[in-house]
Each structure stands twice: as C-alpha cells, then as structure tokens.
C-alpha cells in the first residue's frame, strides 16, 4: 500500500529544501542575466558571507551590528571582483570569465579560511526548528522560515527589477548590452550593482545554508546543488530558477527515497543532474531559458 | 573558447618543441640520467605525479583546448582508469600489465562517450555542468559498489607490481620509467592525431561549428572522437596516477578539486598545447613545494599546513585570473617569448663576436 | 529532411529531359567535377531551384513564398535592403534553416530542408557574412579542411599514417595550395588565419569554399566591410572562379555597385518577397525595385550606375 501521507512529507521536505536551492540559484541568475557570467564564486562568496558573519558574532559583535557588516564586506567584495576580475575580461567569451571565476572561488574560499580559520562554526539564527505537524505531514519550521525569507527575497528583486531606474538598467543591460551602452547606461556601474546584489543574495542563502549546516568549507559546495537548478530553469530565469529549485528539491528527495533504496543510497550527488541532464537533451534551453536563434 | 586560443600555436603540432635537438636532448635525460642520479624524492614525489598530471593535462586539452568542450570531469575518467586497470589485473591474472592498461584506457574512453554524448545537443555552460554529472556519479559509483575495490568497505584499492614486456620495475626509478615510457608513447601517438586531419577537425568544431558543418565535417562523430581520445588518455594517466605515483588510492582521490587541478593546469599552461600541458603540470606540482619552502622560511611556524593549503588555493586561484587576464596562451606563451628573446640575443652576441 | 518526390517531381523530369537533349555546351572549362549530385552538364539547366519557400520566425515573416531559378554557369545575386531575407534564403539553401513551406532542389535533388551535413557532398559551398575561419587553423590548413568530405581514413590510420591516409592527405595539401596559389594567398599560406587582416581572410574563405570545386557557391555579403580595392579583387576573383572551374555562384549582397556589375542575372528581395527578377538592366529599371529599394538611392544614385 502507497504511504501518501509520507509521500507528501517527503515532497513538502523536498519543496522546502528546494527553495534554498532556488535561493543560491538566484544569485547566479542575476549575474548571468546582466554580464553573461555563469559565476561559480557564488559558492565561495556564501561561504564568505556566512564565515563573516559567524566569526564576527562569535568576537562579540551584536546580531544586528554583524549583519550590517557582513552586508558592507559583501558589497565592497562585489565591487572589488566587478573591478579587479570581470572589467579586464570584458569581452571576453563566457568561458574564460566562467573559469575566472572559478579561480575567483578557490581565492574567496581560500582567504575566507586564512581569516576566519577552519573550524566548524554553529549558526544559531534564534529559529525554533521543532518540527509541527499539518494535517498529520511533519513540517521543519525551520525550513518554513527559510522559504519565507527565500520567497521575500524573490518578491523583493521583483519589484525591484520592475520599478525602480537600476533595475529597468539591469533589465535593458541583460536585454541587449551594446543598445544599453548606446542610450547611455553606464555598464561598469550595472554591474557593480548586480555584483553587490549577488553578494546580499549570497549572504542570505549562506546565513540559512549556515544554520542548517554548519557554518564551514562545505558550504561553498552548495553551488554544485545550483548547478542543476541552473539548467532545469534557464541560466537566465529568475522565475527558471525558482520553478527549478523547487522541482530539483523535491525530485532530489523523491529519488533518495524511492529509488535511493535500490542502489545503496545516496543517489542525492547525482540525481539531481541526471534529471537535469535528461531534461536538457528534450529541452537544450531548459524550462524559461531563451531560445536564442542562431545567427550566422 | 576560440579567442583564447586563437593565436596559439597549432600549425606546427608535430613537434613538441621547435627543435629535434632540443626533444632528442630531453629523451637522453630523462631515461639516461634521471633515472640514475635523480633521488627517491625527486623521483617519487616530483617525477611521477607529474608524468601522470601532464598526461591527463594532455587528454584534457584534446577535449576543452583543441575540440573546444570544456569538461569538469575529468578526474572522474582517471578514476574510471584506474579501477578498470585494477580489476583487469585483479580478474584477468594473466593479462599482461600493458593490456590491462590500454584496456583501462578503452573503458574509460567508453564511460568518456556515454558522459560526452550531450555534447551533441549541449554548448558551453550547459555541457559543462553536465560533465559534473561524470564527476559526481563515477565518485558514487566506485564508493558504493564494493565490487570495483574487490569488496573493500572504503572502496580503496592497492596496486600491483608494475611491469613492462615482462620486464618487472621495482623502486621509484622504477616507477619513474614506467610512468615516463607510457607518458611518451601515449603523448606521441596523440600529437600525430593532432597533426592530423582528425586535429585539424577538432579544431574548426572549436572555432566555428556552423561552418565545420557545413563545409561536412562530421561533427557529432569529432566531438564523440574528442570525448573518447580524451577520456583514453585520462583513464590512462589515472592508472599512472593511481600505480606509479600513489600505489593506494580511494575515490576520493579523483574528486572535483582533482578535476578542477587539471583545468587549471591547462588553463595555465596553455590551452591547445601538449607542451603548455607540460609545463602546466610542472607548475602545479613544483609551486606547492616551493610555497611551503617560501612560507616556512618567510613566516616560520605560523605557516603550517592549514595556512598552506589556504594560502595555495588563493595563489592558484588568483593566477588563473591573473593568466586569464594577462596571458591567456599560458606559460608556453611565455617560454616561447624567452626562447626567442634569447635567440635574438644569442644571435646579437654571434654578430658581434664572429 | 525528408527528400521530397512531389513538388519536385515535375522540375526533375523536366531537367532531366533537357539534359537529355544535350544541346548547351558544358561549363567552361574541363575543370573535375565535385562528388555528388551536381554534375550539370548543360548551361541552361537550373542548378539550384527554390519553389514557394517561405520561412518565419516567431511570426514575422521572414521569407515569403519565394521562386528563384539558378541555372548552371550563372553569377546570380540576390539584393535587398537590411531585413529583406537574403540571409535567411541563403541560411535556406544550405539547410541552416528549415522553411515552413516549399522545396529546394539542388540539381535533380529535391529537399524539404537542406542536409547540412552533406551539403559539401552535394557539391555546395558556402561563405559567411561575418567570416568564419577557423582563426586557430593556418591559411593552409583552413582551406584543406574544404576538403575534409573526401576525407574517409579513420583517426587511427590517421595516427599511424596509413598509405591511405597519407595519400588523402597529400592530396588535400596539394589541391589546398592550388587554391591558395589562385587566391593569391601564398604569402599568408602558413599564418594563422585569425590574425590575418579582414580582406584577406575573406579571401581565405573563399578559397576554403572554392578548394572542393563546388558546383555552386553561396557567397553571404562578400563585399560587406572590405575596401573598395579589395572589393574589386574580390570580384575578379570570383569572377575567376566562374570562368576557371565552371563554378555556379549566388551571391546576396546590399552594396549594389559591385553585384550589378558582377551577376548576370539579379532577383531583388523587400520584406521577405520576391520584388524583381532578371538582368541587371532590367532590375534597375523596374519600377518596383526603384520604389521600394532604390527609393532611398535617389541622391545616391551614383551606386547604381556602377
């Protein structure tokens, strides 16, 4: 007999764990969208930001005051890569600049532990993470509060995106550069600005990524678990990266129960890009991906 | 992809560098002095990792260099090498060492096709995420299924004794002349490719596939020859790496970083160069050393390993930028500028003198 | 790409009747003729036949309900303004694009969508609007590789350098440098070819698109962004290349200084329709064509003229 009511447990789990994904995926997006860099330092910055964060409140600065000060590490850090890392590769095709910033994430990593050291930090956001229970389903309040912030993070960018001068300039620029450069847009400073708002995106997902883990090296790893999403919804879609999140979490969760048991187990590493992989071969710009056509 | 490489030098691919001289030079040293003079160390900790990093560096630049496909797996088709290579030797007791070696190179290129046939519908990004999936499962694969490790719980697995044609080679300088003779045949046989017809397919697929297309390069069967050559040659120097260098080793030795070592050395060697492969492979495995020697000497106790790897994977990481940026042809672009400089001043002093 | 026997059909016998007949002198000169179905043997027969192509993108129209006939020997230019669908009915011919509608035919082949794949065993060669050399390749070995369809040893005779491979091999070479001595290429012969200036990879490409004597050649904007002395070497070599090997060329352009002087036969395109058609007297003269085309030339009507 099919246990429903532990399915739906295991989807709603999967459902939430995904939003954290969507979480991460999104500050790829937001790069990828504007500067058409597939940014693998996000991992490394949310190892940062969380790592900051920690060691800052740990040496006894208030919650508030460390959040703040987090945030400016972040924003100066952003613009730091926008000049010193992105600026000279200009131009460039997107796999050179996606391998810069894979050197870029093996700096950001390796200087967040010189600073902050190696050990494992506890992250305590004050989160009740009893478990209660909705018509007999389990549900992590924990990862109802992580999803809350996710989906308040989205709702911001939205709006964001759509009313106020930096976000028509981050949507004209990720439309057509060479046009945004024409009307008069000053590229340099976009990018600074996306920069900086993927180093706030990373701060978030590695505050919840932190609490839920533990605040170390591993942390940075959470980009492979984007990657998927990435591809499921479009390098290029806020609302792809959300809708893949959630699918890549719940199928992830579904496939470790379900069919987990018949490999041994832990079948998370993979699962997630077999199924994106599977998806891509039916759908080469995956779900909200734009088609571009080629033109030769 | 292309323009990082299009000035590199490709028109001359069958000679590793621009003189016999200089490579009969390189052969007379490396079987006929090294070996007998080199020390364990040198040898064992130097010599072999770097034979074996340099050939998979060589796989990958067929692959990401020449054809264009960039993959992030590549660690995982070392892997896939050595366990072929261990369970041919372990199961197949009579087959000789070198058999179970090319044959380690067939699997791992038939894992290499499986894992690069996206490519045929997938670009850039997309193609590279999904090599991560080579990564992740071929890690998954060999950790949870105990039969690739005859049944040991941690998956790990210890080499054989190593022979060649009967031949058995004990000791590091055994071990140096192992790795170094299939090291040489393999990057010989694949520099031929290169010069080929076959190479010269590579690279219009790199360059402008639209256009290979149309002009009937079969394109799907060029990047599925890049993706198995490739994956050969990984497989192959993941034997090397797995009985040469390390003698046991578990999975977990061919994980992401692994992979991402190999990009790098080729990204700071020189992408679509067999001699950017060496020289990167060089780096990569003489920097650390030489970071640590630096460090200790520099800052003293506070430098241990911790601070190291730290330390390594910001200059690592900050190199690639700064080679991205500032030389995107790599260190043999380099090389190639003193080598030349040289000349013209050894051609100076010739004038002056004469 | 499926092969089409209906439309087509009718054009076949017809074409295969006139061949038949015999009468028309064969092209030039004795030139080997490409691999594949293009072995026109009469001046008059159409090489390439388009019939009621029509393509669009994402509803707008880029390609309506286009006719054009090429016969063998030919230089036939299609203009138009920007957008008017010169690339897509090139993109077309050479199977880059599949139209909604309508039926190629090259030679006694008809396609509802072009193989691109085998479009080099066809014995169609094309150019690009934006060059696409393949800049890590040397002048040399970018116009081998126009070559690579005869290619048929594998890779690992390849390695060991197979008689037969060796042979291929010292074939292409030979027929490469050939074309590149025709070009006039030789003193760029071992360059890599992306650091070679503008004009002179244009030149590179058509050699690569030349080397496997093509029975047609599709030039995109050849002239688009050379100078005006290159632009007549340009033209003289294609010219060339018609006289020399019998090539059939079509080519899509917007400076009309040089097609006018250059086709012998012009078709004119205005929002993906086909406006005009016929020599280049007659399409100067067409009303029509001066309406929606030449509208614009009234104060630079020196170009027409050319």
Request: zero cysteines; aromatic letters at 14%.
């Given at each position: 007999m099919f246990d429903y009511q532990f399915f739906i447990e295991v989807l709603v789990g999967g459902l939430l764990s995904g939003v954290m994904y969507s979480l991460v995926a999104i500050g790829f997006v937001l790069i990828y969208k504007t500067s058409g860099v597939l940014n693998f330092a996000q991992g490394a910055m949310l190892l940062f930001a969380a790592l900051t964060f920690v060691s800052l409140v740990e040496r006894g600065v208030p919650f508030a005051a460390a959040l703040l000060l987090t945030l400016v590490v972040m924003v100066l850090l952003g613009i730091a890569i926008e000049r010193t890392v992105l600026r000279p590769l200009v131009n460039q095709p997107p796999i050179t600049l996606f391998m810069a910033t894979l050197g870029l994430s093996y700096v950001i990593e390796g200087a967040a532990q010189l600073l902050w050291g190696t050990q494992v930090h506890g992250l305590d956001l004050g989160i009740n993470d009893t478990p209660f229970t909705v018509a007999g389903v389990f549900i992590s309040q924990f990862d109802l509060f992580a999803a809350a912030i996710a989906g308040a993070m989205v709702a911001l960018f939205a709006l964001f995106f759509r009313y106020t001068r930096t976000g028509l300039a981050f949507r004209a620029v990720a439309d057509d550069q060479f046009a945004a450069l024409a009307v008069g847009l000053r590229l340099p400073r976009v990018w600074a600005a996306v920069w900086t708002a993927s180093g706030i995106v990373a701060l978030v997902a590695g505050l919840l990524w932190g609490a839920r883990l533990g605040v170390q090296f591993s942390l940075s790893l959470v980009v492979l678990k984007a990657l998927p999403v990435l591809v499921l919804g479009g390098f290029d879609s806020v609302a792809g990266a959300i809708v893949g999140g959630l699918l890549i979490g719940a199928i992830e969760k579904i496939a470790e129960v379900y069919v987990g048991p018949f490999f041994g187990g832990g079948i998370e590493a993979w699962a997630a890009y077999v199924v994106a992989l599977g998806f891509l071969l039916v759908r080469p710009s995956g779900l909200f991906g734009q088609k571009l056509i080629e033109r030769v | 992809m292309s323009a990082l490489v299009?000035?590199?030098?490709?028109?001359?691919?069958?000679?590793?560098?621009?003189s016999r001289a200089g490579i009969a030079l390189l052969f007379v040293a490396a079987y006929g002095i090294v070996p007998f003079t080199a020390s364990g160390y040198l040898l064992d900790a130097i010599l072999t990792p770097f034979l074996a990093l340099a050939l998979a560096a060589v796989g990958l630049n067929v692959l990401t260099g020449y054809a264009g496909q960039v993959s992030l797996g590549s660690a995982a088709f070392m892997a896939v090498g050595a366990y072929a290579a261990y369970n041919f030797n372990l199961r197949i007791p009579e087959l000789p060492l070198l058999f179970s070696l090319v044959l380690a190179g067939v699997v791992a290129a038939a894992v290499g096709l499986v894992f690069g046939l996206p490519s045929l519908r997938l670009r850039g990004f997309y193609l590279a995420v999904s090599t991560l999936a080579a990564q992740f499962f071929v890690q998954w694969a060999l950790t949870k299924f105990a039969w690739f490790s005859n049944d040991n719980p941690s998956g790990v697995i210890d080499a054989p004794p190593l022979s060649i044609a009967g031949a058995l080679l004990t000791g590091a300088p055994g071990r140096y002349v192992f790795c170094l003779t299939i090291v040489v045949v393999a990057t010989f046989l694949t520099v031929r490719l290169l010069g080929s017809q076959s190479g010269r397919n590579f690279i219009a697929v790199r360059d402008h596939e639209v256009a290979a297309k149309v002009i009937g390069v079969p394109v799907l069967r060029t990047k599925l020859l890049a993706f198995g050559v490739s994956s050969f040659l990984v497989g192959i120097a993941g034997v090397l790496w797995a009985?040469?260098?390390?003698?046991t080793v578990e999975?977990?030795?061919?994980n992401l970083d692994r992979s991402f070592q190999i990009l790098f050395i080729i990204i700071i060697g020189g992408l679509a160069s067999i001699r950017g492969s060496f020289l990167g492979a060089a780096f990569i495995v003489v920097f650390p050393l030489l970071l640590s020697r630096v460090g200790e000497a520099l800052l003293g106790n506070v430098f241990d390993s911790g601070v190291l790897e730290m330390s390594q994977r910001i200059v690592i990481g900050g190199l690639i930028i700064v080679f991205l940026i500032a030389e995107p042809k790599g260190l043999v672009a380099l090389v190639d500028r003193l080598e030349e400089q040289v000349s013209r001043h050894a051609g100076r002093l010739k004038r002056r003198f004469i | 790409m499926s092969m089409v026997a209906t439309a087509g059909a009718d054009a076949l016998v017809v074409t295969r009747g006139q061949t038949r007949a015999g009468e028309a002198v064969p092209p030039a000169s004795g030139a080997p003729l490409a691999a594949?179905?293009?072995?026109?043997?009469?001046?008059?027969?159409?090489?390439l036949t388009l019939q009621d192509i029509s393509l669009s993108f994402g509803g707008v129209t880029a390609l309506q309900a286009i006719d054009l006939q090429v016969t063998t020997g030919e230089i036939r230019a299609v203009i138009g303004p920007n957008g008017a669908g010169k690339s897509s009915l090139l993109n077309v011919v050479s199977g880059l694009y599949r139209p909604d509608s309508g039926v190629v035919l090259l030679g006694d082949k008809g396609f509802r969508h072009v193989p691109t794949s085998r479009l080099a065993a066809l014995g169609v060669a094309r150019t690009f609007q934006n060059l696409a050399l393949?800049?890590?390749?040397?002048v040399l070995d970018n116009v081998m590789m126009g070559l690579v369809h005869h290619r048929r040893a594998g890779f690992l005779r390849q390695i060991v350098v197979s008689p037969r491979a060796r042979r291929e091999e010292a074939d292409s070479r030979a027929a490469a440098e050939a074309m590149i001595e025709f070009l006039h290429l030789e003193p760029a012969k071992d360059r890599i070819a992306g650091g070679l200036p503008y004009g002179v990879q244009k030149r590179v490409e058509l050699a690569r698109a030349l080397v496997a004597r093509p029975k047609l050649l599709l030039l995109d904007e050849?002239?688009?962004?050379?100078?005006l002395t290159e632009k007549h070497e340009l033209a003289q070599h294609v010219r060339n290349a018609r006289d020399t090997y019998g090539t059939t060329i079509v080519l899509i352009e917007h400076d009309i200084g040089v097609v006018m002087g250059l086709s012998d036969r012009v078709a004119v395109l205005d929002h993906g329709r086909k406006i005009a058609d016929g020599t280049p007297d007659q399409v100067r003269a067409d009303q029509a064509v001066i309406d929606a085309y030449l509208g614009v030339a009234h104060e630079g009507e020196t170009e027409l003229v050319a």
């Open positions: - | 299009e000035q590199a030098q490709l028109v001359k691919t069958s000679w590793l560098t621009p009985f040469a260098y390390l003698r999975p977990d030795g061919f | 594949g179905s293009l072995r026109a043997t009469d001046a008059a027969a159409p090489l393949f800049k890590g390749l040397s050849p002239f688009a962004g050379v100078t």
